[in-house]
């Protein structure tokens, strides 16, 4: 596609365009549900908000969209009967512990969904033998450790020791995108490179009571999940569910920066998640769309972007909380069908950062009305006000024949 590298060779100089193939993610969540309605409830009931904040607390977690999330935290879960250091059951108090409390327990507990992540992306991969990983990319802003997680997949799993290594790191929730593109540019520049990408977020880790609006928005959406694929130069066998992909943009809102961002504090990390950021991203989306289109060989007709819902079948949007589905279905003009993967996985999952698109496009891979041929745009947001996304073409469709 338009924006993969042109590999010269051969006495002709014969012009030779390499491809890049994802397989479908395979995505791990941590044992300990969170029910919604129950969550709201501890945050309402906390005695340092205010009563403004607890009209914003049952404003934020009812609209949020999300019935069921997951959590690090086993210490919130119903059955737990250790010390408290987050949450004192008896009294109903949510704790505050210390920025290096939350990361030795990012570390304890990050490392393993990493670990199962990456190890069930190669296991649905038959074809392709743990020796042969060439590269091992990892993706987190929730902790921070070294040796990291990307060493401890290399040395559980038998990859080789000299495999390359990369770390994107603290970049939000857009950043298995370009982590996405990385791999493709590692595969278009050798057709033998097979990639693993794998992201683990315990975005839960720093959640706090508060009676700031930010802190509550993102109290009522983070969770916890972790996401493992394989992108490689070869394309996966007939039939088998995938995706080539085709091109990336990225796009910076302007004057947006104060509406998202994420800083390390003395009892957490701290998200600013403004009410202005769907706004924001609906006032700016066109923009990431048109960067898309120009990227895009086969999108580069599409005037303003005006025609992509019909020309685009499916779209793994970030659902960062339910106004921004909203907001980008009605700028976009897609239909109910082409976010219900995106808003299933916010039901049932959350907002896990940078894990998130992974499940909404292996939703849609998986999807039995997905095609071989049909065009999938995933996007994600973040701190910035950043948007990036990517183009991708569906193999092995699941709704092949239907």
Not at 73 to 99: K, V
Not at 134 to 140: E, K, L, N, Y
Not at 254 to 267: L, Q, R
Request: include cysteine; charged fraction near 20%; proline fraction near 6%.
């Amino acid at each position: 596609m338009a924006d993969k590298p042109l590999v010269l060779g051969g006495p002709t100089c014969q012009r030779v365009v390499m491809s890049a193939y994802l397989r479908v993610p395979q995505t791990v969540l941590p044992p300990t549900p969170l029910h919604q309605d129950e969550v709201r409830e501890v945050f309402a009931s906390q005695p340092d908000i205010d009563r403004r904040a607890v009209r914003i607390v049952n404003a934020s977690f009812g609209g949020s969209g999300i019935d069921t999330r997951y959590t690090a935290i086993t210490e919130l879960g119903t059955e737990f009967a250790g010390d408290a250091t987050f949450y004192d059951r008896s009294s109903n108090l949510l704790l505050s512990p210390g920025t290096s409390v939350r990361n030795e327990l990012y570390v304890r507990t990050a490392t393993p969904m990493f670990v199962e992540a990456a190890r069930q992306a190669l296991a649905a991969s038959d074809d392709i033998a743990p020796e042969e990983i060439t590269h091992v990319i990892t993706v987190s802003c929730t902790g921070f450790h070294a040796p990291g997680p990307d060493f401890a997949i290399v040395t559980e799993l038998g990859l080789r020791p000299g495999v390359e290594r990369y770390h994107f790191g603290f970049m939000g929730c857009y950043a298995s995108i370009p982590a996405l593109r990385a791999a493709a540019q590692f595969c278009h520049a050798d057709a033998e490179a097979v990639v693993l990408v794998v992201s683990a977020e315990l975005c839960t880790l720093h959640l706090r009571s508060s009676s700031d609006p930010d802190t509550i928005i993102a109290s009522s959406l983070f969770a916890d999940g972790a996401a493992g694929v394989l992108v490689t130069g070869r394309p996966p066998a007939p039939g088998v569910p995938g995706a080539e992909l085709d091109s990336f943009a990225t796009a910076i809102a302007p004057d947006s920066v104060e509406h998202m961002a994420w800083t390390i504090g003395d009892h957490g990390f701290e998200m600013i998640l403004s009410t202005a950021v769907p706004k924001v991203i609906e006032a700016n989306i066109d923009d990431a769309l048109g960067a898309l289109c120009a990227a895009d060989e086969e999108l580069t007709y599409a005037r303003d972007c005006d025609d992509l819902a019909g020309t685009v079948t499916h779209w793994a949007v970030h659902p960062g909380g339910r106004d921004i589905l909203d907001r980008v279905q009605h700028k976009v003009g897609l239909a109910d069908a082409q976010l219900d993967a995106a808003r299933e996985v916010l039901r049932t999952c959350g907002n896990m950062s940078s894990a998130t698109v992974l499940f909404v496009i292996r939703r849609i891979l998986l999807d039995g009305a997905s095609k071989t041929g049909e065009r999938l745009i995933a996007m994600a947001f973040g701190p910035g006000l950043t948007m990036e996304g990517g183009v991708m073409t569906v193999l092995g469709g699941a709704g092949d024949g239907a």
